[in-house]
């Protein structure tokens, strides 16, 4: 089980920072991501880590977005920093093992200009 947390209203160039927490070890989870779906769109992949530690982002938050795991809480990390009103969105997490893929339920951030 995933459940995000930290999503909020904040004005534009603000920050948050979203958290992923796994019911169990995260050990197993050969990649982990973030996801988002703004009204009246499809979801959209923003970032992703690796077991290993890569990771890699979509262009449209590159430079402002920065994912993390820490492997000791079973939890993944989406520091988000200078917020634009696009990136208004609910937020998922998601992570996939070799034969399953788990998502959260999602959490809401609205960037007001």
């Known amino acids: 089980q995933l459940v995000e947390s930290g999503g909020g209203l904040v004005q534009a160039g603000g920050s948050l920072r979203l958290s992923c927490a796994a019911s169990g070890s995260i050990f197993s989870f050969i990649s982990m991501g973030w996801y988002r779906q703004a009204p009246g769109k499809q979801r959209e992949w923003v970032a992703g880590i690796s077991s290993a530690g890569t990771t890699n982002y979509a262009d449209s938050v590159k430079g402002r977005f920065a994912i993390s795991r820490d492997n000791a809480k079973n939890t993944m990390y989406l520091q988000m920093n200078s917020l634009k009103p696009e990136d208004t969105a609910v937020y998922s997490c998601?992570?996939?093992?070799?034969?399953?893929?788990?998502w959260g339920q999602g959490t809401e951030v609205t960037v007001s200009s």
């Open positions: 998601a992570a996939s093992t070799p034969t399953t893929n788990y």
